[in-house]
């Protein structure tokens, strides 16, 4: 199968959050996420503007809580990063756990490091197409290794 099609489902996407960079834990989870076995494929230290987060979190416009979002996303430096392992997507929700942390299992990046519902520490891609609409809103193929 020629590589381009393979790779498809071998990448996801992650933001390190503002609240996971506010509390000096870039290291930590990205440590985490080498240790499971993820490869860097992109990364770069950022903040978004409203306008950005919004158009990042489109397909949440009509949730009660996108304004909130996207202001929190918003509110200071985030870390953005392509990840490539074989079953990325799965794999890296496994490792991140449930979006809100009370119900996040023991051992997860959320558990371990998100504030609250809003602020959890992590993103991770839902689907392999949003994978890669999300790492091209970020990084251009120059930028990606
Ligand atoms: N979110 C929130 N309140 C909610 C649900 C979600 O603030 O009730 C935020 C949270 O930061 C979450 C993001 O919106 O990570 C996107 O929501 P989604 O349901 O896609 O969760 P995820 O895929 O991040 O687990
Ligand atoms: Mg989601």
């Known amino acids: 199968m020629p590589k381009i099609l393979?790779?498809?489902g071998n990448i996801t996407f992650t933001m390190l959050k503002p609240d996971a960079v506010e509390a000096n834990n870039i290291g930590p989870i990205l440590a985490m996420i080498n240790k499971a076995g993820f490869k860097i494929k992109a990364m770069k230290y950022l903040r978004l503007s409203r306008e950005q987060a919004g158009m990042?979190?489109?397909?949440?416009?009509e949730r009660p809580f996108y304004g909130e979002l996207t202001q929190y996303m918003s509110s200071g430096p985030?870390?953005?990063?392509?990840?490539e392992k074989n079953n990325a997507v799965s794999d890296f929700?496994?490792?991140?756990?449930?979006?809100d942390p009370s119900k996040a299992e023991e051992g997860t990046i959320r558990k371990m490091f998100a504030?609250?519902?809003?602020?959890n520490a992590v993103h991770g891609s839902d689907s392999d197409e949003n994978a890669s609409i999300?790492?091209?809103?970020?990084?251009?193929k120059l930028e990606q290794f």
């Open 93 to 99: 929700r496994k490792l991140i756990g449930a979006t």
């Open 56 to 61: 990042f979190y489109e397909v949440h416009k």
């Open 134 to 140: 999300e790492s091209s809103f970020f990084f251009s």
């Open 115 to 119: 504030k609250s519902i809003a602020a």
């Open 6 to 8: 393979k790779m498809s």
């Open 78 to 83: 985030i870390v953005a990063a392509i990840l």
